[in-house]
């Protein structure tokens, strides 16, 4: 987990982003940044992905997020209709083992998307801590996944980010999600 004071591109903590209150940054890549936040209606956490590629587009002091330059304002709009896509297209998808989207809104001149936050540890760690997987925590891994994946498929999409850094396995009972906490192009029509 990233401390939010490393990234100067980051909501500080305690910041107030809709119903939401900022707790802490989950991860952040070269597309955007993912929060820890309090949804303080409903007093849960969440997951918030934020559109903010930091190739092209830097935080003001005020919060919005603005293009580096004007050469850049054109890629940032464009990436900033994909990034709403995804979110709509992956909002579309109730399957236990991909992560829900819960809203999707523009703010701060950006986007962002709510998701349930699921506790675990991704399969990158549990490999990278020097864990192997047996061949019966495979078979149960697996399945669950390939459901959710055929979910996708079904519904005409690809999903292009499936990697053991994005497969979470829950600390409540141990099954697996496909969740991405970096924001890039994940779905690819098939039409």
Do not use: C
Request: charged residues 20%.
């Amino acid at each position: 987990m990233t401390d939010i004071q490393d990234n100067r591109n980051a909501l500080p903590t305690g910041y107030r982003l809709n119903d939401y209150q900022i707790q802490k940054v989950l991860g952040d890549g070269g597309f955007g940044i993912t929060y820890l936040a309090n949804d303080t209606q409903l007093n849960a956490p969440v997951a918030i992905k934020e559109y903010l590629p930091n190739e092209i587009a830097v935080r003001e002091g005020n919060s919005t997020v603005q293009p580096k330059s004007q050469k850049d304002t054109e890629n940032f709009a464009w990436g900033l209709e994909r990034f709403l896509e995804e979110a709509h297209i992956l909002a579309q998808f109730k399957h236990p083992n991909i992560v829900r989207v819960l809203r999707f809104f523009q703010a701060n001149n950006t986007a962002y998307i709510v998701m349930e936050y699921e506790q675990g540890q991704s399969l990158a760690n549990l490999i990278k801590d020097g864990e192997t997987a047996t061949e019966n925590e495979i078979t149960r891994i697996l399945p669950p996944l390939l459901d959710g994946l055929a979910v996708v498929h079904n519904a005409g999409y690809l999903h292009r980010d499936i990697k053991p850094a994005n497969i979470y396995l829950r600390t409540a009972d141990n099954s697996p999600v496909l969740i991405s906490r970096t924001q890039r192009r994940l779905f690819a029509s098939r039409h």
